[in-house]
């Protein structure tokens, strides 16, 4: 039969702790960055290094041919050209002090991940900036012109549970056929859409078998998961679409519809990173900014969908 051994006099990893040496990972764990989308679809006016804080876009209405009459003089074309201003008044910063002690004894990714998490910040309040403009889309205030993806052109309303509705095809043509009334371009046209609404259009076989999206790479969404394009309108999938209002406990979100040129970013100083030793802080001041504005240029080429969140 055999006999267990007990050496109840070894030193374990509590006569040992001191022994043990604690390893930090020069690695960061940060939280995920949301996808965002909005800034590379907008146009853009490039104002760096130039002085005023107002960009007069002139917005000329256009003119209409006349009948040429026998033996009379030609009809002159005369309009007053009205004109759209853009603001630049929009200056955010993001800034951080590392003090000398932590400066010497601390990792080298800790300066890293501020100085990177200054950057995300920054785009990120770039692109909110973006979105929040289509409150006022449709003449509305407050989401008010905006119509429900159901069918894409009852109007949004916020009383008692509200009444947005998920996309559907109806809906999307007619959200479509509203841009293509206002002779909007063709081109450029974009549908940005909160995940809850790319799940939703994998469900949707129109858009996922192989009859309407082909079968080779990137055309099979129900392989790869990929919302590649509505009736020719790309669709870009945001995490930063954020909930304008619950009702009832029903979260809304907005779906944007946009052609490029609908919206612009006038952007007068990029990502700007400076630092700077303070003495009587015994640290460094790290602090970087960007200075720019936002407009709807056309309205009539943009729409806000409606859409609930759950």
Same mark, same amino acid.
């Given at each position: 039969m055999a006999t267990s051994l007990s050496f109840t006099n070894s030193i374990d990893v509590? @006569? $040992?702790a001191n022994f043990i040496p604690e390893v930090w990972s020069? @690695?960061? #764990?940060?939280?995920? +960055? +949301?996808? %965002?989308?909005l800034a590379a679809l907008v146009s853009r006016i490039n104002h760096n290094g130039k002085k005023g804080d107002v960009i007069h876009i002139p917005a000329p209405v256009r003119g209409a041919a006349s009948a040429k009459a026998a033996n009379n003089v030609v009809t002159l074309v005369t309009s007053? *050209?009205?004109?759209v201003q853009v603001v630049i008044n929009k200056h955010y910063?993001?800034?951080f002090l590392v003090e000398d002690i932590l400066e010497v004894q601390g990792m080298a990714s800790l300066r890293r991940f501020y100085t990177n998490d200054a950057g995300y910040a920054l785009a990120t309040q770039v692109d909110s900036d973006l979105r929040d403009l289509a409150a006022t889309w449709n003449s509305g205030t407050a989401y008010s012109g905006a119509v429900i993806g159901s069918d894409g052109s009852t109007a949004y309303s916020g009383a008692g549970a509200g009444n947005g509705a998920a996309l559907s095809d *109806? $809906?999307?043509?007619?959200? *479509?056929q509203t841009l293509d009334d206002n002779d909007v371009p063709m081109r450029d046209r974009v549908l940005v859409i909160p995940p809850v609404e790319k799940r939703r259009l %994998? $469900?949707?076989t129109r858009f996922t078998e192989q009859a309407f999206t082909g079968e080779a790479g990137s055309g099979n969404s129900i392989r790869n998961g990929l919302v590649g394009d509505v009736y020719g309108i790309p669709v870009y999938v945001s995490t930063n679409i954020a909930t304008i209002e619950s009702l009832n406990s #029903?979260?809304?979100?907005?779906c944007l519809m946009f052609q490029k040129d609908s919206l612009v970013l006038a952007e007068q100083m990029g990502v700007r990173t400076q630092a700077q030793y303070k003495q009587e802080a015994l640290g460094t001041l790290v602090t970087a900014d960007r200075l720019y504005g936002v407009r709807t %240029?056309?309205?009539?080429?943009?729409?806000? #969908? #409606?859409?609930p969140s759950a």
């Amino acid at each position: 039969m055999a006999t267990s051994l007990s050496f109840t006099n070894s030193i374990d990893v509590t @006569d $040992g702790a001191n022994f043990i040496p604690e390893v930090w990972s020069d @690695d960061v #764990i940060a939280g995920y +960055k +949301k996808h %965002l989308v909005l800034a590379a679809l907008v146009s853009r006016i490039n104002h760096n290094g130039k002085k005023g804080d107002v960009i007069h876009i002139p917005a000329p209405v256009r003119g209409a041919a006349s009948a040429k009459a026998a033996n009379n003089v030609v009809t002159l074309v005369t309009s007053t *050209a009205n004109g759209v201003q853009v603001v630049i008044n929009k200056h955010y910063e993001y800034s951080f002090l590392v003090e000398d002690i932590l400066e010497v004894q601390g990792m080298a990714s800790l300066r890293r991940f501020y100085t990177n998490d200054a950057g995300y910040a920054l785009a990120t309040q770039v692109d909110s900036d973006l979105r929040d403009l289509a409150a006022t889309w449709n003449s509305g205030t407050a989401y008010s012109g905006a119509v429900i993806g159901s069918d894409g052109s009852t109007a949004y309303s916020g009383a008692g549970a509200g009444n947005g509705a998920a996309l559907s095809d *109806a $809906g999307l043509r007619r959200v *479509a056929q509203t841009l293509d009334d206002n002779d909007v371009p063709m081109r450029d046209r974009v549908l940005v859409i909160p995940p809850v609404e790319k799940r939703r259009l %994998l $469900g949707v076989t129109r858009f996922t078998e192989q009859a309407f999206t082909g079968e080779a790479g990137s055309g099979n969404s129900i392989r790869n998961g990929l919302v590649g394009d509505v009736y020719g309108i790309p669709v870009y999938v945001s995490t930063n679409i954020a909930t304008i209002e619950s009702l009832n406990s #029903i979260p809304y979100r907005a779906c944007l519809m946009f052609q490029k040129d609908s919206l612009v970013l006038a952007e007068q100083m990029g990502v700007r990173t400076q630092a700077q030793y303070k003495q009587e802080a015994l640290g460094t001041l790290v602090t970087a900014d960007r200075l720019y504005g936002v407009r709807t %240029l056309r309205a009539e080429g943009a729409r806000a #969908i #409606i859409v609930p969140s759950a």
